[in-house]
């Protein structure tokens, strides 16, 4: 099937697509995170097993220097790679620091960041969350053409659900009238209807955002879990756990059963925002590669 319209008596609705499609879709539109360390690693050349043109994330790590990030954005350009790294409004020190940090990566050629508030319990400067970072009016000085923002489908620790959307609508609201690309990349889950629920409860605010859910890279379960309880995703972790014995924690994790779940969806859903999946790879940079480059085979049509 193809996505053209069909007629439903007075409305035209788009046409159902397959689920083989659905998958191509998203994984043509994935992406991964990996850090300054990852990244240098690798060495002066690109992997053959990195994929062209992605988004890789860089996040900022507790008690790093954020100018870390700047070679690693310097190396994923030259490899023809999208760098996109985290900016956390907590961790901005001041104004001049801010503007500093994006003087640099506009002269290194970064065009996109991924704004959040940061793992940073009190703000080291006057920015405590992306809402006054936004409000400063820096963001639109060093030739940004898209943020992306993070959105949290198991809720989040000190914000309610009314407050989220609220804040989500209003970086919407901002990207439209300064005309930069918006999109949300959701913390990675490990239970398919708080992500589809999630999606679901947002169609009209993101009604004109893409949205990439957050996966889980494959990786031994019992080291996964351990990542969750530190990146609040506690709710499903615990979820996960449920039927779990010693053995079985041994095993091999993979995202499999939610990807094919997120190809169902796309399929059944055309008007959706989710656009694509970001990987956390928890288990490698190489690992998780080779399973976004396989993933297609887990959809039959």
Known sequence: MTMDSISDGNRTLPELVDPVSAANALLSQSSLEATPKQIVDLGATAPEWMHQGMRVYVPFLPNAAFENAFSACETLLGWGMKPVPHLPARSVPDAETLRAWLASLQRIGVKEVLLIAGD?????????????????????????????????????????????KEALMFKRDYAKAHGLELWVVTQFSFDDESLIKWLDEHQTI???????????????????????????V????????????????????????????????????????????????????????????????????
């Not at 000085?141 to 809720?155: D, F, I, K, R, S």
């Not at 859910?213 to 494959?218: D, E, H, V």
């Not at 094919?260 to 399929?267: G, P, S, V």
Request: charge should be positive.
């Open 120 to 164: 940073t319990e009190k703000a080291l400067g006057p920015y405590q969350d992306t809402l006054a970072l936004l409000a400063s009016g820096i963001l639109t000085e060093y030739g940004l053409t898209g943020m992306g923002v993070a959105g949290h489908p198991e809720g989040h620790p000190k914000a309610d659900n009314t407050a989220l």
């Open 206 to 232: 993101l009604s004109s955002i893409p949205v990439y859910l957050g996966l889980a890279g494959p990786t031994r379960l019992k080291n996964l879990l351990a990542y969750a309880a530190q990146c609040g």
């Open 234 to 301: 506690s709710t499903s972790a615990k979820a996960l756990r449920k039927n779990m014995n010693a053995a079985r924690l041994l095993r091999p994790w993979t995202p499999d059963a939610l990807f094919r779940t997120l190809c169902e969806y796309k399929a059944t859903h055309p008007s959706t925002s989710l656009q694509g999946i970001h990987l956390f790879p928890f288990g490698g940079l190489k690992q998780s590669n080779q399973w976004l480059s396989s993933a297609h085979l887990l959809v039959s049509s």
